[in-house]
C-alpha cells in the first residue's frame, strides 16, 4: 500500500508541476489543461525469467507462450518533443521449461494475469534531431518510465497437472516496482488521431513473478503494442470540405520610414511697379496687361494659391494594420488554420457566419485566418470569449503582434 501511495504522489506531483511549451503536430496551448490526448492499445506480451529458457524469442513449436495485455494512456504534450504519459496495462503472461540448465527435467509452466500503472515521458526524436516541421507526419520516439505492477501467477506441474507453488492470490495482488523502456512510431493519420507502434521492455523489482527464485535477479516481460490516440484539445482546426474558394496567402510589408520631402528652393518673383508698364526680369522686359496693372503695388499676380500648415498633425496608418489602430503591440482573434491555404478569407468568413472581416496570413508552415485588431490584451480575450459560444469557433484564441510581426508559436 506505501509502494501505490508512493506512486500516486510522484504522479501528482508531475502533472502539477509540467509547463508547456510554445500535441505532436500543431500549435500548442500555453494553458495547463491544454495539449491532452487519450490513447487505447493492445499486442502480444512475452515473458523472461526462470521459466524461459529461451533468452530472445519464446517457445512456440509445442507451447505458445504468446499472451496479449491492453493499454490506455492519458497523455499530456509538454513540448513537440517532451511529453507526459500516464498508462495501465492489464493482460496475461505465460512461460514453460521442461528441462533445468543441467539437462534434468523441469516439466513447470506458470500463468498470471497482471495489472500495471506507470507514469513515462516520450522523447520524440524526430522533432529533437531534426528539428520540429509541422508538415511532418511520421515520428520516432522513445520512452522511458516508473510504476507499479501487480500480478496473480499460478505454477503447475507440465505431466500432472498439479499446481506447485504462486505468488499472490485473487484479493491480494503482488505489488513491485516496475520500469518500463522502449522504442515506438506513429503516424499522424488526421489532424487528432495519431497511429501508433510501439514496444516496450519491462522490468520488475522482483524474482518472483513466474513464482520461480533462481537465475534470473529480475523478472521482465515486454509488450508490443498497436494504438490509436486522440488529440482532445488539439489547437489547429481540420481542413474545411464545405469551402472551397483559394486565394493567394496576404503578406503584409514591414513598416517604413515616412519619406521626407526636401524644400525645393525657388527664386523670389520680381516686384512690379504699377506706375510702369515695362520693367526689366533677369534682363528681359515685361510685359502687363491692363488688368494685371490693378494689381496692389509691390506684388505680381501669379496661379499658384498659397499653402498653409495644418497646425494638428496626425500620426500615419502603419501599413501592416487594418485601419483603426497606430499600436506598436497588438492582437488579434485567430479562428482557423490550414495547411494548405485553399480557402479564401471572404469563404472563411461566410463558413463561420461572420460578421467581422477575416484576414488571411502565412507564418510557421499554416495558413492562418484572423478577426479584429485590438491594443488591449483584456479587450481581445473578453471578444475572444464571447465568440467562442459558437459551436464551430470554439477553438479560437489570442495571438499577439509586436511591430507588425506575430510573436512566435514555436520559438528556436
Given at each position: 500500500m506505501r509502494k501505490i501511495f508512493l506512486f500516486l504522489a510522484l504522479l501528482g506531483f508531475l502533472l502539477d508541476s509540467g509547463t508547456s511549451f510554445s500535441q505532436?503536430?500543431?500549435?500548442?496551448?500555453?494553458?495547463?489543461?491544454?495539449?491532452?490526448?487519450?490513447?487505447?492499445?493492445?499486442?502480444?506480451?512475452?515473458?523472461?525469467?526462470?521459466?524461459n529458457p529461451y533468452r530472445i524469442a519464446p517457445g512456440i513449436s509445442t507451447f505458445n507462450e504468446i499472451k496479449y495485455a491492453g493499454t490506455f494512456s492519458l497523455i499530456r504534450q509538454l513540448s513537440h518533443?517532451?511529453?507526459?504519459?500516464?498508462?495501465?496495462?492489464?493482460?496475461?503472461?505465460?512461460?514453460?521449461?521442461?528441462?533445468?540448465?543441467?539437462?534434468?527435467?523441469?516439466?513447470?509452466?506458470f500463468t498470471g494475469n497482471i495489472l500495471e500503472y506507470n507514469l513515462n515521458t516520450t522523447i520524440n526524436f524526430s522533432n529533437l534531431l531534426f528539428r520540429y516541421k509541422p508538415?511532418?507526419?511520421?515520428?520516432?520516439?522513445?520512452?522511458?518510465?516508473?510504476?507499479?505492477?501487480?500480478?496473480?501467477?499460478?505454477?503447475?506441474?507440465?505431466?500432472t497437472g498439479q499446481p506447485i507453488g504462486g505468488s499472490g492470490m485473487s484479493k491480494n495482488w503482488t505489488t513491485e516496482w516496475v520500469v518500463?523502456?522502449?522504442?515506438?512510431?506513429?503516424?499522424?493519420?488526421?489532424?487528432?488521431?495519431?497511429?501508433?507502434?510501439?514496444?516496450?521492455?519491462?522490468?520488475?523489482k522482483s524474482d518472483n513473478l513466474d513464482a520461480t527464485v533462481g537465475g534470473f535477479p529480475y523478472d521482465l516481460y515486454s509488450h508490443i503494442s498497436l494504438s490509436l490516440v486522440f488529440n482532445i484539445n488539439r489547437r489547429n482546426p481540420v481542413e474545411l470540405d464545405a469551402v472551397n474558394a483559394t486565394m493567394p496567402p496576404v503578406v503584409f510589408p514591414k513598416p517604413q520610414a515616412p519619406a521626407v520631402e526636401k524644400p525645393?528652393?525657388?527664386?523670389?518673383?520680381?516686384?512690379?511697379?504699377?506706375?510702369?508698364?515695362?520693367?526689366?526680369?533677369?534682363?528681359?522686359?515685361?510685359?502687363?496687361?491692363?488688368?494685371?496693372?490693378?494689381?496692389?503695388?509691390?506684388?505680381?499676380?501669379?496661379?499658384t494659391p498659397s499653402v498653409q500648415s495644418d497646425p494638428q498633425t496626425t500620426a500615419s496608418q502603419k501599413p501592416y494594420m487594418l485601419p483603426g489602430l497606430n499600436a506598436d503591440i497588438f492582437y488579434r482573434i485567430q479562428i482557423f488554420s490550414s495547411a494548405s491555404g485553399q480557402k479564401s478569407a471572404n469563404s472563411i468568413q461566410a463558413y463561420f457566419k461572420l460578421s467581422q472581416a477575416v484576414t488571411k496570413e502565412f507564418s510557421e508552415g499554416y495558413y492562418r485566418y484572423y478577426i479584429g485588431e485590438f491594443e488591449n490584451e483584456a479587450e481581445a480575450k473578453q471578444f475572444v470569449a464571447s465568440i467562442r459560444a459558437k459551436p464551430n469557433l470554439k477553438g479560437a484564441f489570442v495571438v499577439k503582434y509586436i511591430n507588425g510581426t506575430r510573436e512566435l508559436t514555436h520559438p528556436n
Open positions: 505532436t503536430q500543431g500549435v500548442l496551448s500555453k494553458k495547463w489543461y491544454g495539449n491532452w490526448s487519450v490513447g487505447v492499445g493492445g499486442g502480444p506480451t512475452i515473458f523472461y525469467g526462470d521459466l518533443v517532451f511529453a507526459l504519459r500516464g498508462q495501465a496495462l492489464y493482460g496475461e503472461l505465460y512461460s514453460v521449461r521442461k528441462n533445468y540448465s543441467n539437462g534434468a527435467p523441469m516439466n513447470q509452466y508538415k511532418r507526419i511520421f515520428f520516432i520516439y522513445g520512452t522511458v518510465g516508473i510504476g507499479m505492477s501487480n500480478w496473480i501467477t499460478k505454477k503447475t506441474d507440465l505431466v518500463p523502456a522502449g522504442l515506438g512510431a506513429y503516424f499522424n493519420i488526421y489532424d487528432k488521431v495519431n497511429l501508433g507502434l510501439e514496444w516496450t521492455l519491462r522490468g520488475v525645393v528652393n525657388t527664386p523670389t518673383p520680381a516686384t512690379i511697379d504699377s506706375g510702369s508698364a515695362t520693367k526689366p526680369l533677369n534682363g528681359q522686359p515685361i510685359k502687363l496687361s491692363p488688368e494685371q496693372m490693378q494689381l496692389t503695388p509691390g506684388t505680381a499676380k501669379t496661379d
